[in-house]
């Protein structure tokens, strides 16, 4: 996440795609419902009406898989109606002038036919993102989880870095984790290339300090193995994986609750 979720209830304008926080991250959705209370508009890109998308002052109910001919749109709409934030393209950014040629093919009409929803419901969300004064994004695994999870990821980028809604309080581009233990699991150094705490494994002074925690008087200064090299190495003969353990997390259901 680019912002602390302190900030959650600081945006005038919150974007939430791929995610259905109030289900899924209850207690952090509080500070988005406090922006509320404050006067934020929320735009809300699901397929499902969830409980969120009945928050929101516009809901866009896209069609699965259709998230980067929204965003491009939005991005249009954004370019078109000058809502750039030129100060920070200039100082931040690279080659805007050819993703400016780039976007204006990507008309809301355009979009529409593809993402199943209205022209004019997807220019005023080009219109709101754009014409906050703190935008914030938010999104979980509803847009990572497809063949064009990175795609979807770099267009929201781009619809903060053309609007300068990064490096400020109440703004950002905020992935929430899928469930409370991956993000416990983050915490505690089960990240390839982390120790505990998110502290990089490829630095020096981590390097020394984990050698001196965990008293080992030799350790690799490298990120580690991802689990796609790990299923690769299964069964090999040499260097190879001869047994995992793989644990499956399943929610209780409403009866196991009581």
Same mark, same amino acid.
């Given at each position: 996440?680019?912002?602390?979720?302190?900030?959650?209830?600081?945006?005038?304008?919150?974007?939430?795609?791929?995610?259905?926080?109030?289900?899924?991250?209850?207690?952090?959705?509080?500070?988005?419902?406090?922006?509320?209370?404050?006067?934020?508009?929320?735009?809300?890109?699901?397929? *499902? *009406?969830?409980?969120?998308?009945?928050?929101?002052?516009?809901?866009?109910?896209?069609?699965?898989?259709?998230?980067?001919?929204?965003?491009?749109?939005?991005?249009?709409?954004?370019? *078109?109606?000058?809502?750039?934030?030129?100060?920070?393209?200039?100082? *931040?950014?690279?080659?805007?002038?050819?993703?400016?040629?780039?976007?204006?093919?990507?008309?809301?009409?355009?979009?529409?036919?593809?993402?199943?929803?209205?022209?004019?419901?997807?220019?005023?969300?080009?219109?709101?993102?754009?014409?906050?004064?703190?935008?914030?994004?938010?999104?979980?695994?509803?847009?990572?989880?497809?063949?064009?999870?990175?795609?979807?990821?770099?267009?929201?980028?781009?619809?903060?870095?053309?609007?300068?809604?990064?490096?400020?309080?109440?703004?950002?581009?905020?992935?929430?984790?899928?469930?409370?233990?991956?993000?416990?699991?983050?915490?505690?150094?089960?990240?390839?290339?982390?120790?505990?705490?998110?502290?990089?494994?490829?630095?020096?002074?981590?390097?020394?300090?984990?050698?001196?925690?965990?008293?080992?008087?030799?350790?690799?200064?490298?990120?580690?193995?991802?689990?796609?090299?790990?299923?690769?190495?299964?069964?090999?003969?040499?260097?190879?994986?001869?047994?995992?353990?793989?644990?499956?997390?399943?929610?209780?259901?409403?009866?196991?609750?009581?």
């Amino acid at each position: 996440m680019s912002n602390p979720l302190k900030d959650m209830d600081k945006p005038d304008t919150i974007f939430a795609i791929g995610t259905n926080m109030t289900e899924c991250h209850p207690v952090a959705a509080t500070g988005l419902k406090k922006a509320l209370t404050k006067g934020a508009k929320l735009i809300v890109a699901d397929p *499902r *009406r969830t409980r969120l998308a009945e928050l929101a002052h516009l809901h866009l109910p896209i069609r699965v898989g259709s998230d980067v001919a929204l965003l491009l749109a939005m991005a249009h709409v954004i370019v *078109r109606e000058g809502l750039t934030d030129t100060e920070f393209i200039a100082e *931040r950014c690279a080659e805007y002038e050819a993703f400016e040629s780039h976007l204006k093919e990507f008309t809301p009409a355009w979009a529409a036919e593809i993402c199943e929803v209205p022209a004019d419901d997807i220019e005023q969300a080009g219109k709101w993102y754009g014409s906050a004064k703190l935008g914030a994004i938010y999104y979980t695994l509803g847009i990572t989880e497809h063949i064009c999870g990175v795609d979807n990821v770099q267009s929201l980028c781009n619809l903060a870095l053309l609007t300068g809604n990064l490096g400020k309080e109440g703004t950002g581009i905020n992935p929430m984790r899928g469930q409370n233990n991956i993000q416990g699991a983050g915490d505690c150094g089960a990240v390839p290339g982390n120790y505990p705490g998110f502290q990089p494994v490829i630095s020096e002074e981590f390097h020394e300090k984990f050698k001196e925690a965990y008293q080992q008087p030799e350790m690799d200064l490298g990120n580690s193995m991802t689990k796609v090299t790990a299923l690769d190495l299964c069964g090999a003969e040499e260097n190879g994986i001869h047994a995992m353990l793989c644990l499956l997390y399943t929610s209780p259901s409403p009866r196991d609750r009581g």
